[in-house]
């Protein structure tokens, strides 16, 4: 075969590297595209799955469809109000942690005193560990609260966070009125168990007046003392 007929056998057009180069290249370019596109989406699903807090727990839905079950059409209507008029609502209110805010906003439709992107956080705080009960009821009366809801970590694990808000100058209010260290370990003192959040939680507001227990979720959480309900509903009389 001489060079006039190689050429005329083997045209430009046919050449598999020409043709397979453009379609490889603009397969990787469709890839690459895509990887942009899924892998932020992949790797935040990454990040949410080893951080569940960031998911709303089987505890608190229990407690927000608790809450939601309570509510008559009429006041349902009334909380549409705050974000379809800008109206304040005339419903009950519900005192929770900051954290929980917008959870029991978004699936119980009722109005909270302070989320995690503010409202009345400090007096949340200062509600929930004031230990002279009647005093405590009569405020949220005032407030026009209804329901509060404590779960296992406000009692235990974010009470520390409780406290430094509740304090803002920590030299007026700081953890050792709560805790006491002990050979290394941490002791809760008196005034732990006297808060009105621990009275609520691990006491089911027997001693407090007008106050009533009225719903504990079937989802449990294990403590060092074992397991204990994750969270509780309390009705203000």
């Known amino acids: ?8 056998e083997v045209k430009p057009d046919s050449s598999p590297v020409l043709k397979y180069g453009v379609f490889s290249g603009r397969f990787i370019i469709a890839v690459l595209f895509i990887a942009l596109i899924i892998v932020p989406l992949v790797r935040n699903d990454i990040g949410l799955a080893r951080n569940p807090q960031n998911y709303m727990s089987l505890g608190w839905q229990e407690a927000t469809q608790y809450l939601r079950s309570q509510l008559s059409t ?4 009334e909380y549409y109000k705050i974000y ?3 109206e304040e609502p005339d419903v009950s209110y519900v005192l929770t942690w900051w954290d929980y805010g917008y959870w029991i906003a978004r699936d119980a439709h009722m109005p909270v005193i302070c989320t995690p992107s503010g409202g009345q956080r400090m007096l949340a705080a200062k509600l ?4 002279n009960p009647d005093e405590t009821v009569k405020r949220l009366k005032e407030l026009n609260i209804k329901y509060v809801v404590i779960d296992s970590q406000t009692a235990v694990e974010k009470f520390y966070a409780v406290v430094q808000l509740a304090g803002i100058d920590l030299k007026g209010l700081d ?21 009105f959040l621990v009275q609520l939680y691990f006491f089911d507001a027997k001693r407090i007046n007008n106050v009533k227990l009225v719903y504990v979720s079937d989802s449990k959480v294990m403590i ?6 994750e969270v509780k509903v309390f009705e203000v009389q």
């Open 1 to 8: 075969m001489n060079i006039a007929q190689f050429k005329k």
């Open 74 to 77: 009429e006041q349902e209507a």
């Open 84 to 86: 379809q008029k800008g």
């Open 128 to 131: 929930l560990l004031n230990k």
């Open 175 to 195: 953890l050792d009125k709560y805790y006491d260290v002990q050979g290394g370990e941490l002791f809760k003192t008196s005034d732990y168990y006297k808060t």
């Open 224 to 229: 060092e003392d074992g397991y204990i309900p």
